[in-house]
């Protein structure tokens, strides 16, 4: 297309409020009446591989500039597409690889994903005069809607496939091309809906808690927030998840919540690696450690349901107030 080639597209879509990177790309590609990998070539070359790689985390300037040069979008509103937007805030350092903190794992192999970690609200999708997916539904901690007040999915209802809206017009398994971004690739249903599913909650007061997490997420949140709340609520999940003999965080909060002690899957995954119903399931124990930490982890260290070396195991960058509530546990004297 000859207009491709203009400072200016034809067509100029701006992000949405929270959209990622690669929903604004494919809402750009959909608008100019092209296939998605058709339009990548023809803007980025076939030299650079747009989707075997996850874009949204990495953020490639490449891109990022591109878009904003070419839509007239403000290149600090462009980088606010990408999860590097919460560096500093979710995270305390980027890194290309490995589990990022709190950031969901998609799991890539070549163009595929083999992870769920693409969520999103039903309704939310439904509402949308233009559906788009947001940056705030590749965070591991929200697992609810606060605005819908429902769970988010993080798959296809009719065929269990993972979300890659992506590949809506390459790699299906008809051949056909889906009209909808928000549309399953794989079979073609549609992932906007007016029903949702109710949340599962062990607490109320646990629920209004998270909710306020993902809103302060969603509404851009306060670069004042510092990370190191962030860091012991990864900790926490850490010790809930542990294998270790001696550890038995998972069971002891059950049992003060009133909770039914989910079997998790096995082996050494992390929090952003896990599914939906499990992340969910942790996030609510470890937001009721977490509302009141010193006692509620001094009276888990009194049972014995964690260990003081446990507590600061491989926690590098623990900050100061949670150092001072673990070193107040040093003195096996005080466990009587």
């Known amino acids: 297309m000859r207009g491709l080639t203009s400072s200016l597209w034809p067509i100029r879509n701006k992000p949405h409020p929270d959209e990622l990177l690669s929903s604004w790309l494919v809402r750009l590609a959909r608008g100019h009446g092209l296939r998605v990998q058709t339009f990548?070539?023809?803007?980025?070359?076939?030299?650079?591989?747009?989707?075997?790689?996850?874009?949204?985390?990495?953020?490639?300037?490449?891109?990022?500039?591109?878009?904003?040069?070419?839509?007239?979008?403000?290149?600090?509103?462009?980088?606010?597409?990408?999860?590097?937007?919460?560096d500093g805030w979710l995270y305390p350092y980027f890194r290309t690889s490995g589990p990022l903190q709190w950031i969901t794992t998609l799991q890539m192999f070549h163009r595929t994903r083999q992870g769920f970690g693409m969520q999103y609200c039903p309704l939310c999708l439904y509402e949308d005069e233009d559906p788009f997916f947001r940056?705030?539904?590749?965070?591991?901690?929200?697992?609810?809607?606060?605005?819908?007040?429902?769970?988010?999915?993080?798959?296809c209802r009719e065929c269990g496939a993972g979300v890659a809206f992506h590949r809506g017009d390459m790699g299906h398994f008809?051949?056909?091309?889906?009209d909808s971004i928000a549309d399953c690739y794989a079979c073609g249903a549609s992932l906007a809906s007016e029903s949702v599913d109710a949340i599962e909650t062990y607490?109320?007061?646990v629920l209004d808690w998270l909710s306020d997490l993902s809103l302060s997420v969603m509404s851009g949140g306060s670069k004042s927030q510092k990370v190191g709340s962030k860091d012991v609520m990864r900790q926490m999940s850490v010790l809930l998840t542990s294998r270790f003999l001696k550890l038995r965080l998972h069971t002891?909060?059950?049992?003060?919540?009133?909770?039914?002690?989910?079997?998790?899957a096995r082996g050494r995954i992390s929090i952003e690696t896990r599914t939906l119903v499990e992340r969910h399931h942790l996030m609510q124990l470890i937001?009721?450690?977490?509302?009141?930490?010193?006692?509620?982890?001094?009276?888990?260290?009194?049972?014995?349901?964690?260990?003081?070396?446990?507590m600061l195991k491989d926690f590098e960058r623990a900050p100061p107030y949670y150092h001072k509530i673990v070193e107040g546990f040093?003195?096996?004297?005080?466990?009587?």
Not at 288 to 307: E, F, G, T
């Open 203 to 205: 607490d109320p007061k």
């Open 135 to 155: 940056k705030a539904w590749r965070v591991a901690f929200i697992t609810t809607c606060p605005k819908h007040h429902c769970m988010l999915r993080d798959r």
């Open 174 to 178: 008809d051949g056909q091309h889906r």
């Open 252 to 264: 002891y909060v059950c049992n003060m919540i009133d909770a039914p002690e989910m079997t998790l």
């Open 287 to 310: 937001a009721w450690l977490m509302m009141d930490l010193q006692p509620r982890l001094r009276d888990a260290w009194l049972a014995k349901a964690v260990r003081y070396s446990h």
């Open 330 to 336: 040093s003195n096996w004297r005080q466990r009587r």
């Open 40 to 86: 990548c070539n023809l803007i980025f070359g076939n030299q650079l591989q747009v989707w075997n790689r996850d874009i949204d985390r990495l953020g490639p300037s490449w891109i990022v500039d591109v878009l904003s040069e070419r839509t007239g979008t403000p290149i600090k509103v462009a980088r606010g597409t990408t999860l590097r937007s919460y």
